[in-house]
């Protein structure tokens, strides 16, 4: 008899599920961190400009670390929680000291498309096993981050 958790969910899926989106947990929380960062320490003639939406993104990312965190209790698991679990597992790396706006763009575009193929297992891990609640979600930052990666990429190629 297959076992199931308390929304209906196969455990053996939902055990797998569960330790992909504690994987982008973590790179969440390191992109937030760096996102942070790049908002207080950017720089030049672009300040104004990206000091705003490096707090739009900030916030943004602030938002979806909750709403993955609180998907991953309604699955029936634990999110990770500490620095050192994200920074250990996390393929977003920690960026030290970014103040220049190339810089900066640069290593958003490259956190985006680490959470962007992170994101599409995750897609169709949930929509193999039925789980609308966390596709929805998935398919829904997809969704936005793939606008946000073309307006950087332009901003980038200005």
């Known amino acids: 008899m297959t076992q199931t958790n308390q929304i209906g969910l196969q455990d053996k899926q939902v055990k797998e599920l569960i330790e992909k989106l504690n994987d982008l947990l973590a790179n969440y ?7 942070r960062g790049f908002h207080w320490n950017i720089k030049g003639h ?13 916030d943004d990312l ?14 029936g698991g634990t999110p990770l929680h500490t620095f050192e679990d994200y920074l250990n ?12 706006d190339v810089a900066c763009v ?17 897609l169709d891990l949930s929509d ?9 979600m998935a398919s829904d930052y997809i969704r936005e981050q793939e606008k946000l990666v073309w307006m ?7």
Request: glycine share 2%.
């Open 29 to 35: 929380q390191v992109f937030y961190q760096n996102t």
């Open 46 to 58: 672009k300040f104004f400009e990206l000091h705003v939406k490096f707090e739009e993104l900030y």
């Open 62 to 75: 602030h938002a979806k670390i909750d709403e993955i965190a609180e998907r991953i209790l309604t699955l």
């Open 89 to 100: 597992i996390s393929e977003v790396k920690a960026i030290k000291n970014a103040s220049e």
């Open 106 to 122: 640069q290593g958003i575009l490259d956190a985006f498309s680490v959470l962007l193929k992170k994101q599409r297992v995750i």
């Open 128 to 136: 193999q096993m039925d789980d609308e609640g966390t596709n929805a």
């Open 152 to 158: 950087y990429s332009s901003w980038l190629n200005n």
